[in-house]
T-cell receptor, first 112, second 112 residues
Framework: DAGITQSPRHKVTETGTPVTLRCHQTENHRYMYWYRQDPGHGLRLIHYSYGVKDTDKGEVSDGYSVSRSKTEDFLLTLESATSSQTSVYFC???????????FGDGTRLSIL | RKEVEQDPGPFNVPEGATVAFNCTYSNSASQSFFWYRQDCRKEPKLLMSVYSSGNEDGRFTAQLNRASQYISLLIRDSKLSDSATYLCVVPRGGSTLGRLYFGRGTQLTVWP
């Protein structure tokens, strides 16, 4: 859907290690988003981007950073992973601000 | 008042039944609305967009009541494959163009 690929699809790592998740899109969409989804919380916005090198924080940005050096790639980095960051992470893209967002398949991340 | 509120359900209905979900929103400036469905452990997928008073797509009808600030989703002739969580999504608008409010979802189970 909308040519969005997330990698890795699954990852298990230890507390304190750095983790980078990648979102790649082939639709040339301007807007890209990173969400996490946890039971009882629904989808929560971590960071988003409205163009190359233009990013901003969402509601739950602490402990996360992002980079967007190319239109097609949006990276999410956990500098020092904690167990509270165990979650399912979804990337989404959007062509214009009035259009719906389209989601990637998700990354299941477990921090032990 | 939360930005988007949905009845979490669960709704358990037999095949062939008609079921309706309601969603209320707080941002009166919102112009477009979306319904997504999410299957267990999968990404949210766009079901319908609503830009005016409503939209119909086969067995699915979405209606918008701007005065009362609610959106409804009606599913007729329910199928087993309709079992999923349905997310009501409302754009934030204004300076946060592109960003969305996601409801926590309404769970539907259709039984044989």
């Amino acid at each position: 859907d909308a040519g969005i690929t997330q990698s890795p699809r699954h990852k298990v790592t230890e507390t304190g290690t750095p983790v980078t998740l990648r979102c790649h899109q082939t639709e040339n969409h301007r807007y890209m988003y990173w969400y996490r989804q946890d039971p009882g919380h629904g989808l929560r916005l971590i960071h988003y981007s409205y163009g190359v090198k233009d990013t901003d924080k969402g509601e739950v940005s602490d402990g996360y950073s992002v980079s967007r050096s190319k239109t097609e790639d949006f990276l999410l980095t956990l500098e020092s992973a904690t167990s509270s960051q165990t979650s399912v992470y979804f990337c989404a893209t959007q062509g214009t601000g009035n259009q719906p967002q389209h989601f990637g398949d998700g990354t299941r991340l477990s921090i032990l | 008042r939360k930005e988007v509120e949905q009845d979490p359900g669960p709704f358990n209905v037999p095949e062939g039944a008609t079921v309706a979900f309601n969603c209320t929103y707080s941002n009166s400036a919102s112009q477009s609305f979306f319904w997504y469905r999410q299957d267990c452990r999968k990404e949210p997928k766009l079901l319908m967009s609503v830009y005016s008073s409503g939209n119909e797509d086969g067995r699915f009808t979405a209606q918008l009541n701007r005065a009362s600030q609610y959106i409804s989703l009606l599913i007729r002739d329910s199928k087993l494959s309709d079992s999923a969580t349905y997310l009501c999504v409302v754009p934030r608008g204004g300076s946060t163009l592109g960003r969305l409010y996601f409801g926590r979802g309404t769970q539907l189970t259709v039984w044989p």
